[in-house]
Structures are given as structure tokens and as C-alpha cells.
């Protein structure tokens, strides 16, 4: 499929389109977001586009993923420049419903955006669901909306939110959703920072100290990939390599499959991060295979 780029803001319009093309054939590939679109979005969307006839891209920030003391009011809403991205990237919709239609005024009761909610246990507990209990059950919750909305696709997530990948491919399959979840590897700059839209709250000097997260990932995976198998030693290997550069919030050696903590380092791994560069709180995370 070619042709010009669609922006809709309904929920009925993208249904009518998208079941539109799946009634002549067509597979839909879906990059759900909340724009500030970077080249880590890029590559997911050319990915679709490669997989899949017909690729949308949703743009919503989602309040039900922020505490009150987060970054709902600053997170960057730049619609004009992610349609650029979008099309450029390979997409033919983007979907950028508003609050109101992803939850509408007249269904919330008592202030709440909505009564039923997705709460995945298990993955959602540990890391994030410490560092933000609210985090998972509000991207869940949405997530399962937008698969509602978007129907029969594939569904394309970056691997930097590894543990939010974990979560939504376990919803689906615990829901039946008719929907394959595919995880992306992560692109990243040239010092190895992680792509984000946070990364954009970055000060000069705050940007080059966020490097020191990608930097104590490849020292742990280096020291797990050449034998070490103690957990607390590659720990404090990684941790001394962030040193003064972030404030650390979690630094996790994790089953790369079951999200459980490993120790000793046996098996398939994941090293995962979450750290302050400033008032920017960052994650990354990487694999890992112990010999
Ligand atoms: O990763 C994100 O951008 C968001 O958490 C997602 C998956 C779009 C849900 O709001």
C-alpha cells in the first residue's frame, strides 16, 4: 500500500479503515507510542512496514501510566513533526485519539478514567513495579484498548522498555488477544544512550553523564560473557561504573525470559537499569548469555 499519510483522531474511523484493508486481504502492523517520535520509533515502524501491508502508528500520551508527580504536563506532544516521522518511516495511519475519546467524560465515575482495568502480576512486580506501582497496570490497560481499537495485527514494541514488553506479550496471550507481539531491538546513539523521548529533557552536560547507563551495561555483560558468574561482584561492577554520573534507582540481573532475579549468573540474562541524570529519570537494559 502507498499513498498519503492518514491522521485520524476516532476510534470509528480507524476501525472502518483498518477493517477495511484486513475485508481486501491486507496484514496490519501496529506501533503503538506516545509520539515525540525518534529514530527508535523509526526503526519499529520500518519494521512493520516491512512485515505487514498496512502500518499505523497510535499517538497518545496515556495519563493512566503517570503518578500525579510525574511528567504528564511536560512530556513532548510534537504531532506535526512524528506524522513526518511516521510517513517517512513507512506508515499509512496515525491514530492520535484525545483523552476524551480514549476515555470518555461521560463514562467516568467518581473522577476515575475508567472502572475496569489489566493488571499482569508476576512480570509487573519487580523493577518499575517497585520504582512506579502504578506504571504497568496504566500501560496495560491502554494497550489492551488500543489492540481493541486496531484489531487482528502485529504489534511492534522497542526492547528498551524490556520489562513493559514482557507485560504486554503476556496479556495478550493470558487474553487471547488476536494479536503477535513483537519485541525490537534498541537503537541507540553513538555513545551508546539508549534512544528515548525523555532523552529531549536532557541538559548538555546531563546528556553526556546518561551515557554511564549504557556504559555499565556493556561492562556487566562483558564480565558475565567472560565467566564471572557472581551476582553481587557484576553489580558492583556496573554500579562503580555509573559512579557520580546518575543517581541509581535499580540496577537488576534478571532470567532474561522470567524476569526473576539470578544468582549465581547461569543462563540467558537480562542487565537492566533505572536511574536520575538530573531530574530525568532514564532505563535501559541489555542481554546477556553466561558461558
Ligand atoms: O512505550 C510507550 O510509548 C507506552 O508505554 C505505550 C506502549 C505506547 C503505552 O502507552
Known sequence: VTGKLVLTHTIEEVRRLLDGHRSNGRTIGFV????????????????????????????????????????????????????????????????????????????????????????????????????????????????????????????????????????????????????????????????????????RYLAADERVRAASLSRALQAGRVAIESGDCSRERVLRLMRSTIGDEAYVDYLEIVDAHTLAAVDPLVGELRLLVAARVGSTRLIDNLGATAP
Open 32 to 199: 503503538p507510542t506516545m509520539g515525540a517520535l525518534h529514530a527508535g520509533h523509526g526503526a519499529l515502524i520500518e519494521r512493520a512496514s516491512h512485515d505487514c501491508d498496512v502500518v499505523v502508528v497510535s499517538i497518545f500520551v496515556n495519563p493512566l501510566q503517570f503518578a500525579p508527580t510525574e511528567d504528564l504536563d511536560r512530556y513532548p506532544r510534537t504531532l506535526d513533526a512524528d506524522c513526518q516521522l511516521a510517513s517517512a518511516a513507512g506508515a499509512h495511519v496515525v491514530f492520535a485519539p484525545s483523552a476524551n475519546e480514549m476515555y470518555p467524560p461521560t463514562l467516568r465515575a467518581n473522577e476515575s478514567l475508567q472502572l475496569t482495568s489489566v493488571s499482569v502480576s508476576k512480570v509487573s512486580a519487580p523493577m518499575e513495579g517497585i520504582s512506579r506501582p502504578h506504571f504497568f497496570t496504566g500501560v496495560a490497560t491502554v494497550v489492551a484498548k488500543l489492540f481493541a481499537i486496531v484489531g487482528p495485527c502485529r504489534a511492534y514494541f522497542g526492547e528498551k522498555d524490556f520489562q513493559q514488553l514482557a507485560v504486554v506479550r503476556r496479556m495478550a496471550v493470558d487474553l487471547c488477544m488476536p494479536v503477535e507481539v513483537i519485541g525490537c531491538e534498541t537503537v541507540r546513539e553513538p555513545d551508546g544512550l539508549a534512544m528515548s523521548s525523555r532523552n
